[in-house]
């Protein structure tokens, strides 16, 4: 046998209506994924990024993870894709369609072929531990108990991440910085 | 709901983000690939999150720190690729063989 657990069953999968909703935010997000990585146009390329890293923050909410599906849809959608912008602007990408985004179809195919393989090996991986695992119903996390555990048990990890954050803000200046100008002291 | 259906939906997020990774040329799109990998990996910690019902949120907690990290790693590669962008006037990594490798 192919798998060691049970597998639910495709009819009972379909009954419960959230699986219904699932489907509505997964197809969705994966096709854009999908246009994200093959699009010949690098601004569609990005702004297919926000539809997909919408649909992720909507399986947080899904899963009642509300805090961190709204950290994703400010932080991603509200920043990280005008960085992207920004930067495809600043390097003057032509905005038509370009051929020359990607790598033609002699390295197309074994990606490709490297992409399948490992997202069948982990699907296989995934379905055989888990199979029919039901998530229980459960209550939806509370942004209270979260910046509790937040600033409790995890505050010095939280502490490195705001340093992170700091190093990279001055990083990025220091880079981004023109020098031809001359010394300004 | 199955915990395997979001386990797929983050595997080929994750597959999907490496395909990227590997054909894309432009810079800006190389970063984009792997901020689908990492949306793919915070599907699972969350997915994992509420299927084990841990008490202290790991997963969510280290979600939010990967969301942190992914802003920081974003704005420091958007700063180097300006910086080769200005010495090279491309923005394509297949140009920047200067290692000759």
Known sequence: MLFAVDIVSF???????????????AVPTLLSAWRTVSSSNIVRAVLYLVVSLAGTAA???????????????????????????????ITRAPL????????????KTPAALLAVVLFAVITWAVVDA??????????????????NILFDRFVIPFEIVSFVLLAALIGSITLARKDDGGESE | ?????????????FSMGLYG??????????LASVELMLAGVNVNMVAFDVYLTDQLHSG????????????????????????????????DVDELNLMKG
Do not use: C
């Not at chain 2, 709901?1 to 997020?13: C, K």
């Open chain 1, 11 to 25: 009819a009972d999968w379909f009954k419960e209506a959230a699986n219904w909703a699932f489907l509505i935010i």
């Open chain 1, 59 to 89: 399986l947080f909410l899904m899963l009642g993870a509300a805090f961190v599906g709204w950290t994703v849809v400010l932080v991603y959608i509200g920043a990280v894709i005008i960085l992207f912008l920004i930067g495809i602007m």
């Open chain 1, 96 to 107: 038509g369609m370009e051929s020359d985004l990607s790598h033609g179809r002699d390295v």
């Open chain 1, 130 to 147: 888990f199979g029919a695992s039901m998530i229980l119903p459960f209550e939806p996390t509370s942004t209270s108990d979260l910046a």
């Open chain 2, 1 to 13: 709901m199955t915990i395997v259906q979001f386990l797929i939906v983050g595997a080929a997020l």
């Open chain 2, 21 to 30: 990774v590997i054909t894309r040329k432009n810079a800006v799109l190389l």
């Open chain 2, 60 to 91: 969510q907690i280290f979600t939010l720190f990967i969301i942190a990290i992914a802003a920081a790693e974003v704005g420091i590669g958007i700063a180097i690729i300006l910086m080769i962008f200005r010495n090279r006037q491309s923005a």
